[in-house]
T-cell receptor
Framework: KAGVTQTPRYLIKTRGQQVTLSCSPI?????VSWYQQTPGQGLQFLFE???????NKGNFPGRFSGRQFSNSRSEMNVSTLELGDSALYLC??????????FGEGSRLTVL | AQSVTQPDIHITVSEGASLELRCNYS??????LFWYVQSPGQGLQLLLK????DTLVQGIKGFEAEFKRSQSSFNLRKPSVHWSDAAEYFC??????????WGAGTKLIIKP
């Protein structure tokens, strides 16, 4: 079974731009979660989608958004990028509550 | 409110020594508990999980954890650590609406 695939793996953007990250979950997994990880703040939950509906949301500004498609693939978007958005963005899919399978992440650098 | 506490930010252990990483949770119902590991530059990987039944659970890479309801703890142990165990370890519990509540993580440093 293929694992969770995140694209792109690395990207560089400038302040004010927007970015879209993609996540393909493990086949059959209906839940997809997104996390932001930085050295200063650690692992922070962004949101979770289940069957195309946002089921849970963390404490991030509205510049961070996401969606899930009918095939369970998910995208997250960050608009009006700030320097502080530089981070590793992790996606995870799951079949059972709490049992997450993570991708390798998308490393975003904002200049 | 549901929460997970990992009191140790860093732990240093000599290679071959035993390891115990502490985790305390706050959750009213029977918890679903997890330990995850993140090696440098990698995503997170599930080490083990507790749903119910035997309170001592075995995981991958020789790790085990013991659920103690009376202490609200789910400590991770390994009898003999290897240099490849150097990583960050996260404890987590499933909270309301199936949301996973995470501890802040413990960074394990292995001394040669």
């Amino acid at each position: 079974k293929a694992g969770v695939t995140q694209t792109p793996r690395y990207l560089i953007k400038t302040r004010g731009q927007q970015v879209t990250l993609s996540c393909s979950p493990i086949s059959g997994h209906r839940s997809v979660s997104w996390y932001q990880q930085t050295p200063g703040q650690g692992l922070q939950f962004l949101f979770e989608y289940f069957s195309e509906t946002q089921r849970n949301k963390g404490n991030f500004p509205g510049r961070f958004s996401g969606r899930q498609f009918s095939n369970s693939r998910s995208e997250m978007n960050v608009s009006t990028l700030e320097l502080g958005d530089s981070a590793l963005y992790l996606c995870a899919s799951s079949l059972d509550p709490g049992e997450l399978f993570f991708g390798e992440g998308s490393r975003l650098t904002v200049l | 409110a549901q929460s997970v506490t990992q009191p140790d930010i860093h732990i240093t252990v000599s290679e071959g020594a035993s390891l115990e990483l502490r985790c305390n949770y706050s959750y009213g119902a029977t918890p679903y508990l997890f330990w995850y590991v993140q090696s440098p530059g990698q995503g997170l990987q599930l080490l083990l999980k507790y749903f119910s039944g035997d309170t001592l659970v075995q995981g991958i890479k020789g790790f085990e954890a013991e659920f103690k309801r009376s202490q609200s703890s789910f400590n991770l142990r390994k009898p003999s650590v290897h240099w490849s165990d150097a990583a960050e370890y996260f404890c987590a519990v499933v909270g309301g609406n199936y949301q996973l509540i995470w501890g802040a993580g413990t960074k394990l440093i292995i001394k040669p």
